[in-house]
């Protein structure tokens, strides 16, 4: 690839250094973009976890717990697996603690097959675009 880019540029005038300089650039600001869609789905979940506790005690009754996966599959930029999540809990109450704890499961080396949520940032970006264009 590096001579193609070699290529490119002498056929252009441009500077290899210049062009590589500019795709390193393009990385870390993904890099960047990347971190601020994960904190943005990281409230979104706060939110909705919040809002799916009606009586505000912090922790879900059977309805509040319905309603809360209802909303958390619904979320731009995760996929929510509904099963996983229903091993995780199993019987036991669940807390608005216990539900940052599982989200926090994105950036841990649990195997994929078991996470609860996985970050998709493309359809932050894909529902965005449905906003303006």
């Not at 009754?61 to 809360?68: F, H, P, T, V």
């Not at 996983?84 to 940052?100: C, H, Q």
Request: glycine letters at 6%; proline letters at 2%; a neutral charge.
């Amino acid at each position: 690839m590096e001579k193609d880019l070699e290529q490119v540029s002498i056929r252009t005038g441009g500077q290899v250094d210049r062009l590589v300089s500019i795709i390193q650039e393009n990385a870390s600001l993904q890099g960047q973009i990347k971190k601020n869609l994960e904190a943005q789905v990281l409230q979104n979940v706060l939110q909705i976890a919040l809002a799916s506790d009606k009586n505000m005690d912090f922790s879900f009754s059977k309805d509040e717990l319905q309603r809360l996966k209802i909303r958390l599959a619904s979320i731009p930029g995760i996929t929510f697996d509904a099963a996983n999540f229903e091993r995780k809990i199993g019987t036991k109450a669940l807390t608005l603690r216990d539900i940052m704890v599982m989200f926090r499961n994105l950036k841990s080396d649990i195997p994929e097959e078991e996470n609860i949520f996985h970050i998709t940032p493309h359809t932050i970006v894909n529902s965005k675009r449905g906003l303006f264009g």
